[in-house]
């Protein structure tokens, strides 16, 4: 991912469930479901409240004693993911590929 969406948001149809200090996350159309550990329950958090690939990236800096690139790789990593995988879009963005609301 050369560059972060400006916006993010969790799909419609995705649901959360944490369990201890993990989080799940179900896609309750397709099925598609992830289990996040804490760093990537955290991540997925303050996606979700900031909608903000930018200012996570700060939210990390502040809670993890980690060099910046590291930081960087791991939210980069984690948000390809989340977004090929449908379970996260960007702002104005359609649904999943193939798949209309």
């Given at each position: 991912?050369?560059?972060?969406?400006?916006s993010v948001r969790a799909h419609q149809?995705?649901?959360t469930?944490?369990?201890?200090?993990?989080?799940i996350?179900?896609?309750?159309?397709?099925?598609?479901?992830?289990?996040?550990n804490?760093?990537?329950?955290?991540?997925?958090?303050?996606l979700s409240r900031l909608h903000s690939p930018r200012?996570?990236?700060?939210?990390l800096r502040t809670r993890y004693a980690a060099d910046e690139s590291e930081l960087k790789s791991a939210?980069?990593?984690l948000l390809e993911q989340l977004?090929?995988?449908?379970?996260?879009?960007?702002?104005g963005a359609p649904g999943p590929k193939g798949r209309q609301r």
């Open positions: 991912m050369n560059r972060w969406p400006e149809d995705v649901v469930q944490t369990v201890g200090e993990d989080l996350l179900l896609n309750l159309k397709t099925g598609v479901y992830w289990g996040l804490r760093s990537g329950a955290f991540i997925w958090e303050e200012q996570t990236l700060a939210s939210l980069t990593q977004l090929h995988s449908g379970l996260l879009i960007a702002d």
